[in-house]
């Protein structure tokens, strides 16, 4: 085998076998080929028998390069998970990646936003286009992030079927899950009229969101669409689309949304990756009791 033949079946097992994002996908192909290329491997059985040693100095490699304790630690995981691969492939009976542990890295919390900054940044990047439908565009993709909670590319998987919304509506997120989400009348309406001014012909089962030249939106666009209103605004550069998610959990749970129900709505795995929210949460009482209490900032 090649190398491109087993980045490729890497790659298909990746977005078809286990639906990672392209995000993803593109991050665990890239550690995999630069594995491939260091180590000189060319067939599945040299990869499944690579151990934690030969993990460590391809680290080692890494770090050298400037890489920080986050990314080293998502490349490990990349790379174990490549190595379980290879010694499935090979019929290995115990598949399991070599056991070996990734640097500290300390998490930091999401920084919501306003509900009235979620809403300034939708409607000042419908206002700043030069063209009506895209302004519309983009304002309901944004509105169905922050009011639904939705990752980017959920919003951006919705099909032209979808567009009739009604008080929910059912998303595929990470791994196929499937959950129901809230729709707000504000996010119906911005949709309805991204819909009735759209330009192109769309089918059925075709990407709801458009670009100007009528394929599939891409994220890159909404990411900057919000990128200039945010420098407009003088919000900090973590007002990114994916904030607008953040912000949809910090605020229910601010208004005594239960933990289960939050993890639900946005479509978690586990249960301790929804808790960080109530770290936010705590962190958010804290600055607004800073801010106002007259004796918050003195000592003693």
Not at 18 to 33: G, W
Not at 210 to 233: D, E, T, W, Y
Request: proline share 5%; charged share 25%.
């Amino acid at each position: 085998m090649s190398l491109h033949d087993l980045l490729a079946e890497w790659r298909d097992h990746l977005s078809e076998g286990r639906r990672r994002s392209p995000h993803t996908v593109r991050a665990y192909c890239a550690a995999a080929e630069r594995l491939l290329k260091a180590r000189d491997l060319a067939d599945w059985h040299a990869v499944a028998s690579l151990e934690a040693h030969d993990l460590r100095k391809q680290l080692a490699a890494r770090r050298n390069d400037g890489l920080s304790n986050a990314s080293t630690a998502r490349e490990l995981s990349a790379l174990k998970a490549f190595i379980a691969f290879a010694r499935a492939q090979s019929g290995d009976p115990d598949p399991a990646a070599p056991r070996l542990r990734g640097p500290r890295t300390k998490k930091g919390l999401p920084r919501p936003i306003t509900p009235d900054e979620a809403v300034n940044i939708a409607d000042l990047v419908a206002g700043s286009s030069d063209e009506d439908w895209v302004g519309a565009r983009d304002r309901a993709v944004l509105l169905l992030m922050y009011g639904s909670g939705l990752r980017i590319a959920e919003a951006l998987s919705l099909t032209w079927k979808d567009a009739q919304l009604g008080e929910t509506l059912q998303v595929t997120g990470k791994g196929g899950k499937q959950r129901i989400v809230p729709i707000l009348p504000i996010t119906r309406t911005a949709v309805a009229q991204y819909v009735s001014l759209c330009p192109w012909k769309v089918a059925a089962d075709e990407s709801l969101f458009r670009g100007v030249k009528g394929g599939p939106l891409s994220a890159g666009m909404v990411q900057k669409a919000m990128a200039n209103a945010r420098r407009a605004l003088g919000l900090p550069d973590t007002a990114t689309p994916h904030a607008l998610r953040h912000s949809f959990a910090t605020h229910l749970l601010g208004a005594g949304a239960d933990l289960r129900s939050l993890q639900e709505l946005l479509g978690h795995a586990s249960l301790g990756s929804t808790q960080i929210y109530t770290k936010v949460d705590a962190a958010t009482m804290l600055e607004n009791y800073r801010s106002a209490h007259p004796r918050a900032k003195k000592k003693g």
